[in-house]
């Protein structure tokens, strides 16, 4: 395996975990499983791409993070206040983005970027000569990651993280310390998908074009990789499973590129990613299981037959 | 302080399996009263906590608190002047946040944005000190590593934090073994006497229903049926108090878990 390989494999795997942190704050910490993720994250790239191609690179970054957190917020509000299943919200707000993601492309499925200064050609301008010149692309993506890790580590130990972090945990608690989880549930997804579309926003500057399927698939892509930080950094706390969950996002890349070597067709990524999320999510289940399965085999019945 | 008037309230209206949980009830508690109350399953006591807490609408009448209307007010919001402790252990703590982290959202001090520094962590080690539990050394654990009888301890002790306008508790010893019930016991005289607080008490236990506070209230069919204090209460023993069941509600007293506890 080449270096190149491995460095766009760092490059994606930081990228994506964007999107993992934001499902570390959903999934993890609030307990909601927010499935509007594809289409938040594809928003995140859309809006970034109309950003820098109308001439602010600078500007498509937290415009991005804006669409985000509108993104968030009406998934939140659909579950916490107009009493939809936090499922379905995830769903209906993904149906519906595949429209408005079009409509802020112009009517169009497919943006390039080829031309287009973005925070990735500003970098790579500004490293000319030096020796990170190849690296540019991770180094922004490093930024990110960094930045969005830190905040978390900040922003869980403040009094309204504390109580994010409770309503996954207990929302009767929550409600007896005077707080609603409505609204602890709304700033959670406010933020964590404000972190997904910067994630979508990145990739697109990143390999220079969007298009409408970006964010397809990211869901599980991203759980995969949340969960497999989760296997591998069982212990310590809030900021070492933030670092677990970047470490499951780079390690679901590496293995990926790996597989390609042996020549995995590259359209079974998605296929990897959903038989990652069953085994992660079943086995726990069937290691309960596991004691009445073996009895069963062994006496050579089922039930109480 | 609460005054509940003419309170109602029916679950699943209009089916077969509608049920008056709470009939036409009126209830004064004076500032700085201990009221125990007594009753047989189902006779409505949980539903006359949900209903002061807020857990529900009630369908007519309406609950005053501290001289304001709060017959419409959100549970959370009406959760700044009332403090409930459940007979679970689990309930009122969050089990994978350490005990300061619980702590510190019970007291909701500052902003959200602030943090936990060194002072509030002190006061934090000398509330739990008070409990002879040895937790104010464990305050970095998950709250999930206590026991039940420590965690039910220190709900009390974040129910208590800010002096509540009102502490409800539902049976909240009842799930513990006996050291534990009678540790949390003390702890919540001790509370209750040092804050002056008002306080509403679901036992099933007859005996610390006439001992403990100044007031027995018993309740059936979502009714008081009896409201003794004073001195007719000072001289009542458990088997008046089931005697004056029988005779108020014409049959006998029926708590599973009150039999054993009757001695």
């Not at chain 1, 993992?20 to 594809?38: F, G, I, K, P």
């Not at chain 1, 991203?222 to 499951?248: D, M, P």
Request: net charge positive; aromatic share 6%.
């Amino acid at each position: 395996m080449t270096i190149s390989l491995i460095q766009t494999a760092l490059e994606l795997g930081l990228l994506s975990a964007l999107a993992v942190l934001a499902l570390y704050l959903s999934y993890s910490m609030l307990n909601v499983c927010d499935l509007s993720t594809d289409g938040c994250f594809t928003m995140g790239a859309t809006v970034g791409a109309v950003a820098a191609i109308s001439g602010h690179p600078y500007l498509s970054v937290p415009a991005a993070m804006i669409a985000g957190v509108l993104s968030g917020f009406i998934v939140s509000i659909l579950q916490t206040r107009m009493g939809i299943e936090s499922l379905l919200a995830g769903i209906i707000v993904n149906t519906a983005w595949y429209s408005v993601n079009i409509a802020i492309m112009g009517n169009a499925s497919l943006l390039n970027m080829n031309r287009t200064v973005t925070v990735f050609t500003l970098l790579k301008d500004a490293l000319k000569g030096t020796v990170f010149a190849e690296s540019y692309r991770l180094i922004v993506a490093f930024i990110a990651v960094a930045a969005v890790v830190a905040f978390l580590s900040f922003f869980l130990s403040t009094r309204l993280g504390l109580a994010i972090r409770a309503t996954g945990n207990n929302p009767d608690m929550v409600r007896s310390s005077s707080i609603n989880p409505a609204f602890t549930t709304t700033v959670g997804l406010c933020i964590s998908n404000s972190f997904t579309a910067l994630g979508g926003c990145l990739l697109a500057q990143s390999q220079k074009s969007v298009n409408i399927d970006i964010g397809s698939g990211m869901v599980t892509i991203a759980l995969a990789s949340l969960l497999i930080g989760r296997v591998l950094f069982t212990k310590g706390g809030i900021t070492v499973k933030a670092v677990g969950a970047v470490a499951g996002s780079i390690i679901f890349r590496l293995v990926y590129t790996i597989a390609l070597r042996f020549n995995m067709p590259a359209y079974m990524l998605k296929l990897v990613s959903s038989v990652i999320v069953i085994i992660a999510i079943s086995g726990p289940y069937f290691k309960d299981r596991l004691p009445v399965i073996r009895r069963r085999l062994s006496e050579g019945r089922r039930g109480n037959a | 302080m609460l005054k509940l008037s003419h309170i109602s309230k029916t679950f699943a209206p209009g089916t077969i399996n509608a049920k008056k949980a709470l009939d036409d009830l009126t209830l004064e508690v004076a500032d700085g009263e201990f009221i125990t109350i007594i009753g047989s399953n189902g006779a409505g006591k949980s539903t006359l906590f949900n209903a002061i807490a807020g857990s529900f609408l009630i369908d007519s009448g309406s609950i005053m608190l501290g001289g304001r209307d709060v017959t419409l007010l959100p549970e959370h919001l009406r959760a700044r002047k009332i403090g409930r402790l459940f007979q679970d252990p689990l309930r009122g703590t969050a089990a994978g946040m350490t005990i300061e982290e619980n702590l510190m959202l019970a007291a909701g001090k500052g902003g959200w944005f602030t943090r936990m520094d060194n002072k509030q962590r002190n006061e934090f080690r000398e509330i739990l000190s008070r409990l002879n539990m040895g937790l104010e050394d464990r305050m970095k654990q998950p709250m999930g590593l206590l026991s039940g009888g420590q965690r039910q301890a220190v709900t009390l002790l974040m129910a208590t934090i800010n002096p509540p306008s009102i502490l409800l508790l539902d049976e909240h010893t009842a799930a513990l073994d006996p050291a534990a019930a009678d540790k949390v016991q003390s702890i919540t005289e001790d509370t209750v006497k040092k804050e002056h607080l008002t306080c509403l008490m679901i036992t099933h236990n007859m005996r610390s229903a006439l001992e403990m506070g100044s007031r027995t209230i018993m309740m059936e069919g979502g009714r008081i049926i009896l409201d003794v204090s004073g001195a007719e209460r000072e001289a009542m023993t458990v088997q008046d108090l089931l005697d004056r069941f029988r005779e108020v509600s014409g049959k006998a007293f029926d708590n599973d878990r009150m039999m054993l506890t009757t001695d």
